[in-house]
């Protein structure tokens, strides 16, 4: 190994943090800190537009004021106020992102906040907020569960997430996963992680590299802090169904969402209204965490069919799940699907943490329905039948 090839490696052996540090730089030991950073070159980019912050807190703060001539200068006493009382750089917080190499300087927690969901007034409603940011978020498996993760923080919610998987990050995960190519082999945790603390540093994010197992599930619901709801992304029958014993344990809906070409399949499970309903709303019949556990790929195939439902599998990935281990690796899956389920699962999530009406059961969301001119034509839904029939034939369904 000659000294380029020894440096590769031992830079691909170092290990950088994926929580960001929060300093207060009224604090001359956070200064300190800081300092230190600087000199060994740990931070290389700093980004402060702190005043452009501020402007906006001030008009979120005065809406009235926003279009009236003497808005800016109104704004300028404002600021002049504050700089009286200490300098800008003094104000607010300062966040460092280690794998970023770089400190950002932000508002405190609560103006920080105001400002970053300002935009989502009315259409959510700032009691429906509160309920929303407060909130303590399970996810379990990280390919739709990223795109997950990352929709309910840009629109405000869960401050506290929990996160379990225990895949890394490779190349064939990027045609889903909203991730660059610097994150390869990169725990999927970690990944989600940083992505959630990039949004909103105030975050707090468990993680669970080890994904689910029968030894950590507990903890997982029970933290603390508990789980108020938990989103199923995971592809292992046996571990779905660990999460539902704990979800009725724990009297909490679970929500989950499958891509299907480029459509979604969402279901909702309402354990906590309805603690002694069904597992899978009893469409897998009667199973056990052992009889899921044991399945070869073929039993698996059936009982994902039973499950989502022969009729509801677009053709072209009835077609693709009859050529794995012949001409494709694993079942396709869609970049566009699985934003489109991100979306649909933090709507849900939402509206259930804030006990509004919300389906109980199944939604379909296909964009084929809705955009396909002949999609409804006798022609072609006679065609998905006659396909669907064949599909079930092949489980012997």
């Not at 909130?135 to 997950?148: K, P, R, W, Y």
């Not at 919610?157 to 895949?167: Q, S, V």
């Not at 940083?194 to 903890?219: C, H, M, S």
């Not at 022609?379 to 034939?393: G, N, P, T, Y």
Request: aromatic share 8%; glycine share 6%; proline share 4%.
């Amino acid at each position: 190994m000659d000294n380029f090839e020894r440096t590769l490696a031992d830079r691909v052996k170092l290990a950088t943090e994926s929580q960001p540090v929060i300093f207060d730089f009224r604090r001359a030991g956070d200064r300190n800190k800081v300092s230190r950073l600087l000199a060994q070159k740990e931070i290389r980019y700093i980004t402060d537009d702190y005043r452009e912050q501020l402007h906006e807190l001030f008009a979120v703060k005065n809406p009235t004021r926003v279009y009236t001539p003497t808005f800016e200068k109104e704004f300028s006493r404002f600021l002049a106020l504050l700089e009286k009382q200490k300098p800008l750089w003094q104000h607010g917080r300062w966040v460092y992102f280690p794998w970023l190499s770089t400190l950002v300087h932000i508002l405190e927690d609560a103006d920080f906040q105001k400002v970053r969901t300002a935009r989502n007034r009315n259409l959510i409603t700032q009691e429906e907020q509160k309920r929303f940011y407060d909130a303590v978020v399970g996810i379990g498996g990280l390919s739709v569960g990223n795109s997950v993760a990352t929709t309910i923080v840009l629109q405000g919610g869960a401050r506290h997430i929990r996160l379990a998987d225990h895949d890394t990050l490779a190349l064939s995960n990027t045609n889903r996963v909203r991730a660059g190519v610097q994150n390869l082999g990169l725990r999927k945790v970690e990944v989600t992680a940083r992505q959630i603390y990039e949004i909103n540093p105030y975050a707090k994010v468990d993680i669970f590299p080890d994904g689910l197992t029968p030894k950590n599930i507990k903890r997982f619901f029970d933290g603390p802090p508990k789980l108020d709801i938990v989103i199923d992304e995971l592809d292992n029958l046996a571990v779905k169904y660990l999460i539902r014993e704990q979800a009725r344990r724990t009297k909490i809906a679970v929500v989950m969402a499958a891509d299907n070409g480029d459509n979604a399949v969402v279901d909702i499970e309402r354990y906590d209204l309805r603690p002694k309903m069904p597992f899978f709303h009893g469409r897998m019949g009667r199973v056990s965490y052992e009889r899921l556990a044991n399945l070869d790929k073929f039993g698996i195939g059936k009982m994902i069919t039973k499950h989502i439902g022969a009729e509801n599998v677009t053709e072209r990935m009835q077609g693709s799940l009859l050529e794995m281990g012949k001409t494709i690796v694993s079942w396709p899956q869609l970049g566009g699907a699985a934003l489109l389920n991100g979306a649909a699962v933090a709507y849900c999530v939402r509206r259930i943490l804030n006990k509004q009406p919300i389906e109980s059961n199944r939604s379909l969301i296909s964009l084929d329905e809705k955009l396909i001119p002949t999609y409804g034509s006798v022609l072609e839904k006679r065609k998905r039948q006659k396909a669907a029939q064949a599909f079930k034939k092949i489980f012997g369904l």
